[in-house]
């Protein structure tokens, strides 16, 4: 059973960078596409990128300014670095896999439990 | 980006009720459409993708239908481990999109 874990700072100070990581346990990262999705009161869950395997990414338009998303085959890893960040970006962070479904796209099929990531000095 | 808007936000029902959620999208997503829920304090799980297919390990209770702009999510008899709240997701279209949520009381 495949399980997503992330980890880094709970607290974040304004203007700087927040970072996180995922480790993928239980199974390969190999073959599927690995997001981050924020989820906020104020705006609901929103995706924030993902990157194959292999490397290629997408970022959500209106984060990809700010958003570097990295993989680590070697360590069953990816991470997070959103820079710049203001209490707008403060919510719960989670990694996500995702599925590609001929024809129907991609569905987030395993979450991490989320972490909570609040931006203030 | 494609807007996502479910309805109700919110239910009230019992055990045993056969509960309705519906989901719109801004634009033509074809079947390209997923439903999670998400209990509180714990992450969102995938019920359904791609319109109408259970994802491995759901109850068969869940059942969705829909094409093009209008889906729904049918819950036939509503179990106790059900009361959460229910999100639409669209993966035609870069960035995928979510729905507000509904959240199903007691």
């Known amino acids: 059973q495949v399980q997503l874990q992330e980890s880094g700072p709970g607290l974040v100070k304004p203007s700087e960078t927040l970072s996180l990581t995922c480790t993928v346990s239980g199974g390969s990262i190999s073959n599927y596409y690995w997001s981050w999705i924020r989820q906020s009161p104020g705006k609901g869950l929103e995706w924030i990128a993902y990157?194959?395997?292999?490397?290629?990414?997408n970022y959500n338009p209106s984060l990809k300014s700010r958003v570097t998303i990295l993989v680590d085959t070697s360590k069953n890893q990816f991470s997070l670095k959103l820079s710049s960040v203001t209490a707008a970006d403060t919510a719960v962070y989670y990694c996500?896999?995702?599925?590609?479904?001929w024809g129907t796209g991609t569905n987030f099929d395993r979450w991490g439990q989320g972490t909570l990531v609040t931006v203030s000095s | 980006d494609i807007q996502m808007t479910q309805s109700p936000s919110s239910l009230s029902a019992s055990v045993g009720d056969r509960v309705t959620i519906t989901c719109r999208a801004s634009?033509?997503?074809?079947?390209?459409l997923n439903w999670y829920h998400q209990k509180p304090g714990k992450a969102p799980e995938l019920l359904i993708f791609?319109?109408?297919s259970l994802q491995s390990g759901v109850p068969s209770r869940f059942s969705g239908s829909g094409s093009g702009t209008d889906f729904t999510l049918t819950i036939s008899s509503l179990q106790p481990e059900d009361f959460a709240t229910y999100y639409c997701?669209?993966?035609?279209?870069?960035?995928?999109?979510f729905g507000q949520g509904t959240k199903v009381e007691i």
């Open positions: 634009q033509n997503i074809n079947n390209c």
């Open positions: 791609a319109a109408s």
């Open positions: 997701q669209q993966s035609c279209s870069s960035p995928p999109t």
């Open positions: 996500a896999r995702g599925d590609y479904v």
């Open positions: 990157i194959y395997y292999s490397g290629s990414t």
